[in-house]
């Protein structure tokens, strides 16, 4: 069982930055892949970014791409996301989530653990 907790949210201005972290516990971290996903008021959940196990291959969301960064530290058992030239659109709740496979999944059904999530507000 894998537990995995979000933090770093906030409330931020248009055009600021935000780095989110995602601390994993009670596994192997490792053997993970790992994805960001969000969620807004209203609407469904959707893929933000993921990353492997290893941190050598990244997939995004085009609406994120560019402005979004997703890596981690395996040696400390967290995975993050940087966000960038922020908009209001990207106001949402944040998830994390681990995959236990070696590819790069977008689908959240994929995804086996999920965190409690992080509010992200953009203001304009």
């Known amino acids: 069982q894998v537990q995995l907790v979000e933090s770093g949210g906030g409330l931020v201005q248009t055009g600021g930055s935000l780095r989110l972290s995602c601390a994993a516990s009670?596994?192997?971290?490792?053997?993970?892949?790992m994805g960001w996903f969000r969620q807004a008021p209203g609407k469904e959940r959707e893929f933000v970014a993921a990353i492997t196990w290893s941190g050598g291959k990244t997939s995004y969301a085009d609406s994120v791409k560019g402005r979004f960064t997703i890596s981690r530290d395996n040696a400390k058992n967290t995975v993050y996301l940087q966000m960038s030239s922020l908009k209001p659109e990207d106001t949402a709740v944040y998830y994390c989530?681990?995959?236990?496979?070696?590819?790069?999944?977008?689908?959240?059904?994929?995804?086996?653990?999920w965190g409690q999530g992080t509010q992200v507000t953009v203001s304009s």
């Open positions: 989530a681990a995959d236990w496979s070696y590819g790069l999944a977008e689908s959240l059904y994929e995804y086996d653990y």
């Open positions: 009670g596994g192997r971290f490792s053997s993970y892949a």
